[in-house]
T-cell receptor
């Protein structure tokens, strides 16, 4: 099973809402990632978790808050987002530094 | 940080044609991967290829690490090959970084 599952697939939220994106993998990978992708641009790394600890935060605004409850799950909590945060949010996992597998993404629209 | 350049930026083919996509990178890398992003946004991992040559069906890839480039070959293209092809690299400088840097991609359109 080489699947990374993300929910929801689409999300529309207001600027005062709080929502969460979820990501799950059962490949036993110990590294998990959040990427943000704007239209016609490459994915940009936001966060890396390694062995359930945050190892990279690419200077992401605090309105994005990651969480890794266990080795299979990764969440991204969203609060007070801006319209410019509308994007495709991609979760990925890999065995340390090896082949990365991506989920289908969550298309987020902030209104 | 490491720079990744992909060429060409856009490519239009007729079904059945062959193509070569190129990825140049500015420094030695520990990790190089090719991805295909379909029109629905799904990123599919095609190859993990920090060096050498690999083949998977109609696709093959070659990385010449000493010369800092990688090539992705698509033979007998099909309309389902359309989408964006990304090269992504990682240069590890101590510790556990696992940070993939993506190129800007090649947008491939295969016409019937």
């Amino acid at each position: 099973d080489t699947e990374v599952t993300q929910t929801p697939k689409h999300l529309v939220m207001g600027m005062t809402n709080k929502k969460s994106l979820k990501c799950e993998q059962h490949m036993g990978h110990r590294a998990m990632y959040w990427y943000k992708q704007k239209a016609k641009k490459p994915p940009e790394l936001m966060f890396v978790y390694s062995y359930e600890k945050l190892s990279i935060n690419e200077s992401v605004p605090s309105r994005f808050s990651p969480e890794c409850p266990n080795s299979s799950l990764l969440n991204l909590h969203l609060h007070a987002l801006q319209p410019e945060d509308s994007a495709l949010y991609l979760c990925a996992s890999s065995e340390q530094g090896l082949r990365a597998f991506f989920g289908q993404g969550t298309r987020l629209t902030v209104v | 940080g490491i720079q990744v350049e992909q060429s060409p930026p856009d490519l239009i083919l007729q079904e059945g044609a062959n193509s070569t996509l190129r990825c140049n990178f500015s420094d030695s890398v520990n990790n190089l991967q090719w991805f295909h992003q379909n029109p629905w946004g799904q990123l599919i991992n095609l190859f993990y290829i920090p060096s050498g040559t690999k083949q998977n069906g109609r696709l093959s890839a070659t990385t010449v690490a000493t010369e800092r480039y990688s090539l992705l070959y698509i033979s007998s293209s099909q309309t389902t090959d359309s989408g964006v092809y990304f090269c992504a690299v990682e240069r590890r400088s101590g510790g556990s970084n696992y940070k993939l840097t993506f190129g800007k991609g090649t947008l491939l359109t295969v016409n019937p």
